[in-house]
């Protein structure tokens, strides 16, 4: 099980921090992603972090603002969102897997395991 939180109201130009973290264990050995799915949109995908090298990927519209990192032991992965725009307005699911490739970090049948959804609202 995993669970997603942190989400909120903030103004365009704010940040929000979510965290996502798995019930009763760590993310050792599985990739973790964060997509979003906007009211009347598909799900799209956001960051990931690949389980074996750590390798980061972004969305193109996040690049520069947003960053995932895991703590340090594994607990918890974090997506710091900063220059929140109304755009980003969305409801943010985190995904982890434990066979994802590099190739497929972006898409979503990639992953095995997701969380319940924390809604980030960005006001103009």
């Known amino acids: 099980q995993l669970q997603a939180f942190g989400g909120g109201v903030v103004q365009t130009g704010g940040s929000l921090r979510l965290s996502c973290a798995a019930s009763?264990?760590?993310?050792?050995?599985?990739?973790v992603a964060w997509f979003r799915q906007a009211p009347g949109t598909d799900r799209t995908f956001v960051a990931a972090?690949?389980?074996?090298?750590?390798?980061?990927y972004y969305a193109d519209s996040v690049k520069g603002r947003f960053t995932i990192a895991k703590n340090n032991d594994r607990s918890t992965v974090y997506l710091q969102m900063n220059s929140l725009r109304p755009e980003d307005t969305a409801v943010y699911y985190c995904?982890?897997?434990?066979?994802?490739?590099?190739?497929?970090?972006?898409?979503?049948?990639?992953?095995?395991?997701w969380g319940q959804g924390t809604l980030v609202t960005v006001s103009s």
């Open positions: 009763g264990r760590t993310f050792r050995g599985y990739a």
């Open positions: 972090i690949h389980r074996m090298d750590g390798s980061i």
């Open positions: 995904a982890a897997g434990p066979s994802v490739i590099s190739s497929a970090m972006a898409s979503q049948t990639a992953y095995a395991y």
